[in-house]
């Protein structure tokens, strides 16, 4: 499928698939939280794989996925924007349903890790979220390493638990270049700018 093509299906099945949240969902007591994890994909934006949040209720009929790695494909000089760290991003929210099919469609694996936390603190994630999404926090300038979709997940649930539970290993000898150098396999130019 031509690149253009899969970025406008790509644009048009997140702008289609988006949710609207109220404020005022009150979870159950059986609504689950997960980390989402989804594995590398061949286009620049998805060399590295992609992060989010799933929050699920039966009860209350949600299955849904925050996105913190959402961005506008017709953003002038894209790939350049992206690479320097210059590139808008903004949070959304789709149906776990569309976001799991746009996966399988790219064939890339998606990994769901549960977090066993209180529901007071799955209460209080799905208002952080909604909030978010709905104010001025839901937008952030991506910088590769320090401010991404990972980082951004890792940020609202240290803010939701009001601890620093997950936090960046910094005691390595390993340089960041040692690390992100082979995702760049077979990418000519991207590996050029590196």
């Known amino acids: 499928m031509h690149t253009t093509f899969k970025k406008i299906f790509f644009s048009l099945l ?12 009150v979870l159950s007591k059986n609504a689950r939280v997960s980390v989402i994890t989804c ?3 061949n286009e620049s934006y998805s060399l590295f794989g992609h992060t989010a949040i799933r929050i699920t209720d039966v009860e209350k009929n949600l299955d849904a996925v925050f996105n913190y790695g959402a961005f506008d494909f017709a953003t002038p000089n894209f790939v350049a ?4 760290g210059d590139l808008q991003y903004f949070a959304v929210a789709n149906k776990f349903e569309d976001f799991i099919n746009q996966y399988t469609y790219e064939k890339r694996s998606v990994y769901e890790q549960e977090l066993v936390i209180p529901l007071a603190y799955k209460q209080k994630l799905l208002d952080n979220l909604t ?5 001025s926090e839901s937008y952030y300038t991506y ?5 991404n979709c990972t980082s951004m997940v890792v940020d609202i649930l240290n803010k939701t638990l009001k601890s620093k539970i997950i936090a960046k290993k910094t005691d390595t000898n390993i340089s960041y270049r040692s690390i992100l150098y082979p995702y760049f396999d077979h990418f000519f130019y991207e590996k050029l700018g590196y």
């Open 81 to 84: 924007k992206f690479a320097k």
């Open 143 to 147: 910088k590769f390493i320090d401010k």
């Open 39 to 41: 594995d590398t994909g």
């Open 131 to 135: 909030t978010a999404l709905s104010s």
């Open 14 to 25: 997140l702008i289609g698939s988006t949710i609207s949240f109220a404020q005022n969902i």
